[in-house]
C-alpha cells in the first residue's frame, strides 16, 4: 500500500514548455486534489475532484488544467509554464464527507521554472 | 472563505521546554480543523484533528490542541520538545460541501535546540 504517489520528484522547465506533474493513489478515495507550497503562504488549492469525471478549481486554478478519468490517478497540466509557477507541488487524496476529512499527501514535485 | 492566521512564523525553542504554537481561524460556523506537520523535504504528514465533542484534542508524538470556539483558536501545545521535533507545522480549517477543503495556515516553523 503505497498511498499516494507522486512523480517526477524534481524538475526543470523553461518558460513556455508545458507539462504533466502524475499523482496516484491506492487508497480507493474519492476526494483527490492539488496544492502548491510557497514560502511564507501556506499551502494554497488549486484544483480538486470529488470523483471520476468531476472536478473543479481551488483557490489558485489560472495556468494549470487537470483530469480525472479512474478513481486512482490525478495528472495536473501545465499549459505553458511561468516562473510564477516555480513551487513545490502537493496532491493529496481523503474519503469523502463530513466527519472524514483526513487528508493523505504525497511527497511532492518541485518544479522550477527559467 | 475562511481564512487561517498562525501568529508566529517562526519559535526558537530548547529541548525539553514546552512550547505552544498559536493558530486562529475566522469562520463562525461549525468547523473541522487540523494540524499537519512537514518534516524538510517531505510531504505533510497530521498530526491531530478536531471533528467535535472534547475541546481538548490528543495527536500523535505527544502533541494536543485545544479548540476554543470563542476566541475562535486551535492551538498546538507539547509539554516538553525534542529535537526530531524541528519541523514546519501548518494550521488547517476545511470548507466546502463535502468539508474536504482545507484552508491552510501561512505555518509555523520550530526549530528545538540543544
Known amino acids: 500500500n503505497a498511498g499516494v504517489t507522486q512523480t517526477p520528484k524534481f524538475q526543470v522547465l523553461k518558460t513556455g514548455q508545458s507539462m504533466t506533474l502524475q499523482c496516484a493513489q491506492d487508497?480507493?478515495?474519492?476526494?483527490m486534489s492539488w496544492y502548491r507550497q510557497d514560502p511564507g503562504m501556506g499551502l494554497r488549492l488549486i484544483h480538486y475532484?470529488?470523483?471520476?469525471?468531476?472536478?473543479d478549481q481551488g483557490e489558485v486554478p489560472n495556468g494549470y488544467n487537470v483530469s480525472r478519468s479512474t478513481t486512482e490517478d490525478f495528472p495536473l497540466r501545465l499549459l505553458s509554464a511561468a516562473p510564477s509557477q516555480t513551487s513545490v507541488y502537493f496532491c493529496?487524496?481523503?474519503?469523502?464527507?463530513?466527519?472524514?476529512?483526513?487528508?493523505?499527501f504525497g511527497p511532492g514535485t518541485r518544479l522550477t521554472v527559467t | 472563505a475562511q481564512s487561517v492566521t498562525q501568529l508566529d512564523s517562526q519559535v526558537p525553542v530548547f529541548e525539553e521546554a514546552p512550547v505552544e504554537l498559536r493558530c486562529n481561524y475566522s469562520?463562525?460556523?461549525?468547523?473541522?480543523l487540523f494540524w499537519y506537520v512537514q518534516y524538510p523535504n517531505q510531504g505533510l504528514q497530521l498530526l491531530l484533528k478536531?471533528?467535535?465533542?472534547?475541546?481538548l484534542v490528543k495527536g500523535i508524538n505527544g502533541f494536543e490542541a485545544e479548540f476554543n470556539k470563542s476566541q475562535t483558536s486551535f492551538h498546538l501545545r507539547k509539554p516538553s520538545v525534542h529535537i526530531s521535533d524541528t519541523a514546519e507545522y501548518f494550521c488547517?480549517?476545511?470548507?466546502?460541501?463535502?468539508?474536504?477543503?482545507?484552508?491552510f495556515g501561512a505555518g509555523t516553523i520550530l526549530r528545538v535546540k540543544s
Open positions: 493529496a487524496a481523503g474519503l469523502l464527507g463530513q466527519g472524514r476529512n483526513e487528508q493523505y
Open positions: 469562520s463562525s460556523v461549525s468547523v473541522y
Open positions: 488547517a480549517v476545511s470548507e466546502g460541501r463535502y468539508g474536504n477543503k482545507l484552508v
Open positions: 475532484s470529488v470523483g471520476a469525471g468531476i472536478t
Open positions: 487508497m480507493n478515495h474519492e476526494y
Open positions: 478536531y471533528l467535535s465533542g472534547s475541546t
